[in-house]
């Protein structure tokens, strides 16, 4: 059974919309991430979560806003898409911030039309 | 910023062989390394880390070794097999200015024939 649950699996959307990924994980993690990948660019660090506060971010566009309504959910809102947001963007999550290798959820790949 | 530099964009080995990556760093607090595996069309798999406080860590076929002077670290897989096939990435946790992160390198595409 996967313990990084990722919702949807593929996600199209049109520009300018707004969509919300979705990430559960049941491995009792207190630190949870987001990841992008694209063709682009190499695996991106986007957030870092820490018991449910915000602890790095290295997103510059305030169009990615995550959410953590419980310890263990982050979720990743994405407001005005662009066809440039299209990529695989990955859950991950470890015990603390130290030094873990945090396990990946399956990633949810969003095609912005 | 931080980066994390992997020098093979493609590997392509016999069966048999082995096949080595290797990826600098630029953080010199960079204390933590882990390599992923990833087959196509499917998410990271951790395979093997280490630690600054070794320059070696074997796991059965896979061994990792650091040169923290020449922040350096490089991922040996032994006696190659198929399955061996897919991307591998390598890591750096940095502490920058940035924050405390897992930085990535590119990947590279390991080709095992048989």
């Known amino acids: 059974d996967p313990k990084i649950i990722q919702k949807p699996k593929y996600l199209v959307a049109v520009t300018g919309s707004e969509k919300i990924l979705i990430c559960e994980q049941y491995l009792g993690h207190n630190a949870m991430y987001w990841y992008r990948q694209s063709a682009k660019k190499p695996l991106e660090f986007m957030f870092s979560?820490?018991?449910?506060?915000?602890?790095d971010n290295q997103t510059a566009s305030s169009r990615f806003q995550p959410q953590s309504s419980k310890k263990n959910h982050l979720d990743l809102q994405i407001t005005a898409l662009k066809p440039d947001d299209s990529a695989t963007y990955f859950c991950?999550?470890?015990?603390?911030?130290?030094?873990?290798?945090?396990?990946f959820g399956e990633g949810t790949r969003l095609s912005v039309l | 910023g931080e980066k994390v530099e992997q020098h093979e964009s493609t590997l392509s080995v016999r069966e048999g062989d082995s096949a080595v990556i290797n990826c600098t760093y630029t953080?010199?607090?960079?204390?933590?390394f882990p390599w992923y595996k990833q087959e196509a069309g499917k998410s990271l798999h951790f395979v093997i880390d280490i630690r600054s406080n070794v320059d070696r860590k074997q796991s059965q076929r896979l061994i990792v070794l650091l040169d923290k002077k020449a922040k350096r670290f490089s991922l040996h897989i032994t006696a190659t097999q198929p399955e061996d096939s897919a991307i591998y990435f390598c890591?750096?946790?940095?502490?920058?200015?940035?924050?405390?992160?897992?930085?990535f390198g590119i990947g590279t595409l390991l080709s095992v024939k048989p």
């Open positions: 979560y820490s018991y449910q506060k915000l602890m």
């Open positions: 991950a999550s470890s015990r603390d911030r130290a030094n873990q290798a945090p396990l």
């Open positions: 890591a750096a946790r940095s502490y920058g200015s940035s924050g405390n992160k897992l930085i």
């Open positions: 953080d010199t607090a960079s204390s933590y």
